[in-house]
């Protein structure tokens, strides 16, 4: 008899009212595929409660907040059976079920806490003073799961969110620590550095911010030069009369005082240039000497030469670099101030560039007065030294400002090293464990932790006694599955289990007195129980314990004679095992199929399941998918090739499908996946030159380099395609082309290097 539909599955677990499962019929092979926590664990619980008339599995998994009680329809071979008002209606005989349940009845006697209620393989024959002594043990063990009851009420109450992934044991041992607050601030900037990583290297540190300064000191010293050898009243007639010459007069007159000298050989004194006429005695001349002297001209030079140095340093794109330099501080402070302590950069720049345009206005008015009469002794005005004032304070604020932002750089530069070399997983675990340490230590969750630890205390006092009455009893029972030894190794051995069983015997535990055995591991034994050294809890991994769960299962169902009428489910086999396990657990279940009824196989690991999927008979085999339906689940049919294709063929499929028709819609993903394509073809035909993490530019130079050489690696013709082909898909990438988004794509050229992308990955 097989189970033909999940009919009807209401107010139990995440299943309100599913009807969906009717539609989906259920084969030889049925493979059930759901996240965690979506109800794969209630479906077992169904078919084991069905399987042994066990109403209890199914009400205790009423469905929160359900106003009706808990109604199953399964649809068997024979007719439905149906669960309603708290019974079945008839029983699926012949169901065996491995799940958590069969793990903690099976595997873990004299390890868990409340295993006295789990000795199903390890059931006790006990003598009259065995009862006795076992009826003290009970009393012990109905005392810890007192405890056990308090216990779980007091972890309940300490918030799950605050703990975060720690558990209460872990939770409530954590130490108080100092300043916690500034520990998980500086701990939120190192995470957020690290994240940003590439960001911050890539960021520049602070650069100077400076206003040129006026030179007052220098300026009033120029502007209170004259020449004391020439009066003011002679200068302005010379003046007035080099005016009345008319354009050019002043280069002239000052030609010909050149050549006084020229003129005046042979003679015992100065003669005019043009007439030879003595003029020694003229006063003109000697006002045309002074006026034409050197000391003069220099003065005047000065004076412009001053004005051409204001403008140079104070004006045209000096006040424009300025503000755009204080725009950069800007934006380089508020992204700093993310990761380390960065002063705030408030320039009002249009203030500043009030005042300096004012201050370079008033100095320039000055110099242009000065110009026009450079032998005025002059001096800057209040007015214009106000104005320098003024514009100097913004000068000194802005100093003020560029050191503090340079000495940010220091700590800006620790902030780029810590953040290179960061571990994020590290640093998100810091960041968690501060969070806890301060919740732990804080109101009301102190007190929480308190009750807890206490209430623990108390367990293990109760432990430490029922360990005595253990100690107690007497061995009065031989070994209850001698037959299924050899069966067990068996499937160890093909499990790849690094460990076998032996030294099976009896043994007293809290439960009482059960059948026991010991470990093997590298022929040494390891017993399922120690006070100290090697045991079963410290010696076996978890997966190492599901491989054992498994074996027994398996070796159980070898010793049913009435194997071949089993409904066999089996939920969730790969918890925590290893790959090379993975194969041989999908290997025991094609060897189980052909000898059951039926198998039903549920999983949260997809590649598990796909692996069944792929080697089963197609007319015996069915799958199944647990989907979230609002608050709740549902089933629905699984098309289990989806989840079997990888991203390679996905994009090999969309590159043939657009060379075949051609859909515009797809053109970008399609540019985009040439690369990807590429790198897997090199990856797997060259994997010793192109190792994981390699990029094709550098592959590329290396092939080049050794072209006719012993260890070439790709042809001329070869490398010059894949340049080619790279150079095309590079332009569909971030990091290769900022405007990868918007590349334009032309539907001819992006054809054709799919055509030669594809046929360069099918080379030998």
């Not at 439905?80 to 209606?89: A, C, L, M, R």
């Not at 007069?249 to 003595?278: K, N, Q, T």
């Not at 089996?570 to 396990?581: A, Q, V, Y």
């Amino acid at each position: 008899m097989t189970v033909e539909r999940l009919q009807l599955v209401r107010n139990v677990g995440q299943f309100d009212s599913v009807t969906a499962g009717a539609q989906i019929p259920l084969t030889k092979l049925t493979l059930i595929y759901a996240e965690n926590g979506r109800g794969k664990t209630t479906l077992s619980a169904i078919l084991r409660s069905a399987g042994g008339n066990d109403p209890q599995l199914v009400m205790e998994r009423r469905r929160l907040g359900a106003t009706h009680d808990p109604h199953v329809v399964l649809a068997l071979g024979a007719g439905p059976i149906v669960f309603e008002n708290g019974v079945w209606s008839n029983t699926l005989p012949g169901v065996a079920v491995f799940d958590d349940a069969f793990v903690a009845s099976n595997v873990c006697s004299g390890m868990e806490i409340d295993t006295a209620h789990r000795q199903n393989l390890h059931e006790l024959i006990l003598g009259a003073q065995g009862v006795a002594l076992n009826s003290v043990l009970q009393n012990h063990v109905a005392r810890i799961e007192e405890h056990n009851r308090t216990l779980r009420q007091r972890e309940s109450a300490i918030p799950a969110a605050v703990r975060g992934a720690l558990s209460v044991d872990a939770f409530c041992a954590l130490p108080a620590a100092p300043d916690i607050d500034g520990a998980i601030a500086e701990a939120e900037r190192n995470l957020s550095a690290a994240r940003s990583a590439d960001v911050i290297r890539q960021q520049a540190e602070f650069m100077p911010l400076k206003l040129p300064e006026f030179d007052i000191t220098g300026l009033n010293a120029l502007l209170a030069r004259t020449l004391s050898d020439l009066q003011a009243e002679a200068a302005a007639r010379v003046r007035t009369h080099l005016r009345s010459l008319g354009r050019g007069g002043e280069a002239w007159v000052s030609d010909g005082m050149g050549r006084i000298a020229s003129a005046s050989a042979g003679y015992d004194h100065d003669v005019c240039p043009f007439c030879a006429l003595e003029i020694s005695g003229s006063p003109l001349i000697q006002q045309y000497q002074a006026y034409f002297s050197e000391a003069y001209e220099g003065l005047k030079a000065a004076i412009t030469q001053a004005g051409h140095d204001v403008k140079a340093t104070h004006g045209g794109e000096v006040p424009v670099a300025f503000e755009r330099s204080v725009r950069v501080a800007v934006q380089r402070g508020e992204f700093w101030r993310t990761f380390t302590d960065v002063p705030v950069v408030d320039v009002d720049t249009a203030a500043v560039a009030c005042m300096w345009n004012a201050a370079r206005e008033a100095v320039l008015a000055v110099l242009r007065a000065k110009a026009a009469a450079p032998l005025e002794a002059m001096e800057l005005s209040s007015e214009t030294v106000a104005a320098i004032d003024s514009y100097n304070v913004q000068r000194l604020a802005i100093n003020n400002l560029s050191i503090a932002l340079l000495a940010c750089n220091t700590p800006i530069a620790v902030v780029k090293e810590q953040a290179a070399a960061a571990n994020i997983d590290t640093l998100v675990a810091d960041l968690a464990r501060k969070q806890a340490v301060r919740a732990r230590h804080s109101d009301p969750v102190v007190a929480l932790c308190a009750d807890y630890l206490a209430e623990k205390a108390a367990k293990t006092a109760t432990e430490d006694l029922r360990r005595q009455a253990r100690d107690s009893l007497d061995n009065y029972r031989q070994n209850i599955f001698p037959a299924y030894e050899a069966a067990i190794n068996t499937y160890l051995q093909r499990f790849n289990a690094g460990f076998r069983l032996g030294a099976v015997c009896s043994v007293n535990n809290r439960g009482g007195s059960s059948c026991t055995y010991s470990v093997l591991i590298n022929n040494v034994a390891v017993s399922l129980t120690a006070d100290a050294g090697p045991s079963f809890r410290n010696t076996l991994s978890s997966g190492d314990r599901n491989t054992l769960a498994l074996a027994f299962f398996f070796a159980s169902l070898d010793q049913d004679s009435q194997l071949a009428q089993k409904v066999v489910v089996i939920d969730d086999p790969m918890t925590s095992l290893d790959e090379h396990r993975s194969l041989t657990t999908v290997q025991e279940v094609r060897r189980m199929l052909g000898r059951v009824s039926q198998i039903i196989v549920l999983s949260h690991s997809k590649p598990f399941l796909c692996a069944l999927w792929e080697g089963a008979d197609t007319a015996e085999r069915s799958a199944v998918i647990i989907r979230r339906e609002g608050t709740g689940s549902t089933l629905s049919a699984w098309d289990v090739r989806q989840d079997c294709i990888t991203e390679h063929d996905r994009r090999h499929a969309l590159v043939v499908t657009y060379v075949q028709a051609g859909n515009p819609a797809t053109e970008r993903q399609v540019a985009a996946a040439l690369r990807p394509i590429l790198e897997a073809f090199i990856r797997v035909a060259y994997p010793a030159s192109f190792p994981p993490e390699s990029l094709l530019g550098p592959f590329i130079g290396v092939c080049q380099q050794r072209l006719g050489s012993a260890n070439q690696i790709l042809s001329q013709a070869d490398v010059v395609e894949l340049r080619a082909l790279l150079d095309y898909a590079n332009r569909f990438h971030h990091d290769t082309n900022p405007a990868w988004e918007t590349a334009a794509i032309n539907d001819q050229e992006l054809t054709h290097f799919c055509h030669r992308t594809l046929a360069f990955a099918q080379r030998a």
